[in-house]
């Protein structure tokens, strides 16, 4: 089924569904549906870059140090951010909190975010520019 877009053309779902995405981009919204979409898609970007999750079974194998630790069902945990992403041949760490949309932070994330102790992106975009400039800076 096609949507039609101001009476002028016909779109596939796909292609409607890109539109929305590059609108929300276009706005600084998050491209992602939901924020466990957007933790696997940074996750897999990551990965791409060299970082690999701090697991048992990555630690043997993995030795360049640069390490992520990816926290699951955080709301039990509102001290942590979502993402603690490491260089540890540096010493240097940064904490990033994942938020869909205009998903609110909690009370403690506030503080956090207030003091610059974490960092929030809210869409892909945000997300790889604060890693890149974290990693020009260590």
């Known amino acids: 089924m096609g949507f039609i877009m101001n009476n002028t053309f016909s779109m596939t779902d796909l292609e409607y569904k890109q539109y929305i995405r590059k609108q929300k981009i276009q706005r600084g919204e998050s491209e992602f549906d939901s924020e466990s979409e957007f933790q696997s898609a940074a996750e897999k970007w990551l990965k ?8 048992q079974a990555h630690i ?9 630790l ?13 993402f603690i992403i490491l260089d ?17 932070l909690s ?5 956090l975010h ?3 102790e974490i960092t929030v992106c809210r ?4 997300f790889k520019e604060v890693v890149y400039n974290w990693r020009r800076l260590v």
């Open 48 to 55: 791409q870059c060299g970082f690999m999750p701090r697991t």
């Open 60 to 68: 043997a194998k993995h030795h360049t140090g640069l390490w992520y």
């Open 70 to 82: 990816h926290l699951n069902k955080t709301k039990a945990n509102p001290i942590i951010a979502d």
């Open 88 to 104: 540890a041949k540096k010493g240097r760490f940064i904490e990033l909190e994942i938020k869909n949309g205009t998903t609110a």
């Open 107 to 111: 009370i403690e994330q506030t503080y």
């Open 114 to 116: 207030k003091r610059k």
């Open 123 to 126: 869409n892909m975009n945000k």
